[in-house]
């Protein structure tokens, strides 16, 4: 493999919900389109963080990457390896290379097995490690992520939420993976406690050189932690940058719409928003073309009869929308599509 080849690469991801109807005999009525030819790729000890509002299919996403559940289609390229194709044989030896923190801490953790359990249950279904050596593991993880070894005979319910995800987190590095996805890792978590457990994430990716798909909704989080951004809106990509270039310049109205939305420090620093019109459109029935042109202020004709794809228009800057040239602080010259 070459080096220069990104760890992850995910191209025309797509995941259907069908919906069904009928009491004795069930028929497919319609499809919920939650994710929707998504392509992206992370490097090696990268960060892409993954931001949207809710039910746009961040978190579909980032189980389908890691085929927790199955795609509809598309591919997703582990390390050069297809991981949609592979035999479950094949599939089970690649889970402990690519790993996740849950959303819920809580809901996370097996409320029947100690701490020792929960961390160690990866080296045990690899095998190779004996009893002692298992033991000594988890108190050495629980002490990489901050927590004491007595906590490893402990249960889950008698932690705070910051110290169950500090325990998810020391599951998910134990069998030594090489890419992480981070879904809503720190939502449920108090402000000086996400802190902290962003630090963790920093260091353990130094430490350990991990990738990470960072999902969140807090877009200050995401500008923290990531190097490049992409931005989703109804089960599409629709654009995406290095961090600096995104928060400084961004290309797409909804993205524009969404740092706009970002509470400001001081009443004084007030800027004028961008104000969104329309409700939402269902992902059952998604509208035509650009799926926010029902929504967006510069929305032309072309807007509902074409989908933009998703293209580069300055290096390293993708974005999916036909005007994508105009709506920045510099216009991009060279000829639209």
Do not use: W
Not at 48 to 77: D, H, M, N, P
Not at 230 to 238: R, T
């Amino acid at each position: 493999m070459s080096a220069r080849e990104p760890l992850l690469s995910v191209t025309g991801l797509t995941k259907h919900f069908p919906v069904r109807e009928g009491l004795v005999v069930e028929r497919e009525v319609g499809r919920v389109r939650a994710v929707d030819d998504v392509s992206f790729t992370i490097g090696h000890g990268e960060t892409l963080g993954l931001v949207g509002e809710s039910g746009c299919g961040k978190s579909t996403t980032g189980r389908l990457v890691l085929r927790l559940i199955e795609a509809t289609g598309g591919s997703v390229s582990f390390e050069g390896r297809d991981v949609l194709a592979l035999p479950p044989a094949e599939l089970r030896a690649l889970r402990g290379a690519m790993q996740i923190v849950f959303q819920d801490p809580y809901g996370a953790l097996d409320p029947r097995m100690t701490v020792e359990d929960i961390i160690t249950e990866p080296l045990a279904i690899q095998g190779g490690h004996s009893g002692p050596q298992l033991a000594q593991e988890a108190r050495r993880l629980l002490d990489v992520v901050g927590l004491a070894s007595a906590h490893a005979r402990r249960y889950p319910h008698e932690f705070s939420g910051g110290q169950r995800q500090r325990i998810g987190i020391a599951r998910a590095i134990a069998p030594k993976p090489k890419f992480i996805v981070c879904d809503e890792a720190v939502s449920a978590l108090d402000v000086s406690v996400q802190a902290q457990i962003v630090n963790l994430l920093q260091d353990l990716q130094q430490e350990m050189g991990l990738s990470y798909l960072f999902i969140a909704h807090d877009l200050a989080v995401v500008k923290h932690i990531s190097d490049r951004v992409a931005v989703m809106y109804l089960g599409h990509v629709v654009e995406i940058a290095g961090k600096r270039d995104l928060y400084a310049d961004p290309r797409h109205p909804y993205t524009q719409a969404l740092l706009d939305a970002v509470p400001v420090r001081h009443p004084r620093l007030r800027r004028k928003r961008a104000r969104l019109t329309g409700e939402i459109p269902s992902p059952l029935d998604p509208p035509p073309g650009c799926r926010f042109h029902r929504r967006c202020p510069l929305a032309q004709a072309v807007c509902s009869a074409e989908r933009p794809l998703l293209r580069e228009i300055l290096p390293g800057h993708q974005v999916a929308c036909h005007f994508a040239e105009t709506t920045g602080k510099s216009p991009v010259t060279g000829p639209k599509p």
